[in-house]
């Protein structure tokens, strides 16, 4: 099981969920900034699909799977 320890900026991911980008991959390009400055449980990847360049999604460590890192 992955942690969020071992989650870093630049990983490349599989994306479990949700189901409009299941099964794509993505690169983490940081964790999620919460206003009051506590530690989110998200991370912000960015799909890598070339249909759709900028598509960007806010998702927990159990919706995706760390393939290689950095």
Avoid: H, T
């Amino acid at each position: 099981m992955q942690n969020s320890e071992d989650i870093q900026v630049g990983d490349r991911v599989l994306i479990l969920s949700p189901s409009y980008v299941a099964g794509k991959y993505g690169v983490v390009l940081s964790r999620e900034s919460r206003s009051d400055n506590q530690a989110s449980q998200r991370w912000l990847i960015q799909v890598e699909d070339v249909d759709s360049p900028n598509i960007v999604v806010s998702l927990v460590l159990d919706e995706f799977v760390l393939i290689s890192p950095q």
